[in-house]
Structures are given as C-alpha cells and as structure tokens.
C-alpha cells in the first residue's frame, strides 16, 4: 500500500457558497485514500505588505505552516477579468515571501478553475500557471481541467449532483494523486 500524502487545497475564493469550495469539498470525498487533503479558505488572510515581515501577522503563519507542512498544493479557483482573484494573489504573495522562503518551492501542484461561463477559466487556470513556474511548483499537464458550466453542478445542501462532472473530478483526483506519488521525496 503506497504511503498517504498531504495536499493544501486552496480555494481562491471568499464566497461563502462559491463553486470553488464546493468544488473543493467533493474532491476530499472523491480523493483515493493514498491522498489526504487539507482545504485552505483565504478568509482573514490579511493582505501581504513587506513592512510586517518583520513580526508578520498570526494568519500569514497559519497559512505558510498549513502550505509547507503539505505534500503538494492543488489550487481551485474561478476566473476573474481573465485572472484569479485578488485573494488568490495574495495568498500566493504571502505564500511565497520572504524572498528564498516561499512554502510552494518544489511541490508538486495542480490547477482547477471553473466558471459559469463556457471556457471554464481557461484565463485564471493559465495565469495561476505562469506565477507557478516562478514558484518552481511542477503542476499537473495532463489532465487539464476547466470545468465551465458549473452553474447546475451542485444541489441546495452543496453536494455534487452532476455526474459527468463527479466521473471527470474523481478521475483528475486519482491523475493528481499519482503525480504526487511520483514527486514526492
């Protein structure tokens, strides 16, 4: 039996019913039992600012702890103005700071966006890749997974009620989770 690994599932998203924290939530119910995995919401993270570095503020420590004591990182988010969210952003700056200390550096990693909208995020899932390579994050290629009409996945109560899409997240869990196996150390 292989052993069990930890990932940081970021949810790029505040909105208390977003897509992207239900999307989050029925990964940890599809994942095989090889993978564990940790949802990070980005509420009360505070905005990264170079001054505080010094005594940084209790919630940047949460979060860079939660981030480094994971295996790898798997980020969900939806697509703002062709980007991530701002909240994202900053979870990537506080993440990664102070310069040469970024918790990210060498963990395998994965990217889902989703949008109501037909292309699924294909802007943010592209963007966040580009910052992941600065990060020396090795993101999954394959499958790649921009889930657009997310809109009549989900029932009132939250859970995942679209099977087409259960089959697709239940089949990218399992590729994420041998792509960690293969990384990790």
Do not use: C
């Not at 019913?17 to 505070?46: C, H, M, R, W, Y």
């Not at 592209?126 to 020396?136: G, I, P």
Request: proline share 5%; charged share 15%; no cysteine.
């Amino acid at each position: 039996m292989a052993s069990q690994s930890s990932t940081a599932v970021i949810v790029g998203s505040l909105r208390k019913e977003s897509f992207s924290l239900k999307i989050a939530k029925a990964l940890t119910t599809l994942a095989p039992p090889s993978l564990q995995l940790d949802v990070i919401t980005l509420n009360g993270l505070s905005f990264y600012n170079q001054d505080l570095e010094a005594t940084p503020p209790a919630d940047w420590g949460n979060f860079r702890d939660r981030v480094r004591s994971a295996d790898a990182v798997l980020f969900v988010t939806p697509e703002y103005n062709r980007s991530v969210p701002g909240v994202l952003k900053n979870a990537i700056d506080v993440g990664s700071r102070p310069y040469g200390q970024s918790v990210f550096n060498g963990k395998p990693g994965g990217v889902i966006s989703n949008s109501p909208g037909a292309i699924g995020g294909f802007g943010a899932n592209h963007h966040l890749r580009q910052s992941l390579v600065f990060l020396n994050v090795s993101v999954l290629q394959q499958p790649e997974a921009y889930i657009g009409g997310i809109g009549d996945a989900f029932d009132e109560r939250g859970d995942l009620v679209k099977a087409s899409l259960r089959e697709f997240l239940a089949a990218y869990v399992n590729a994420f989770a041998a792509w960690v196996a293969q990384h990790k150390k």
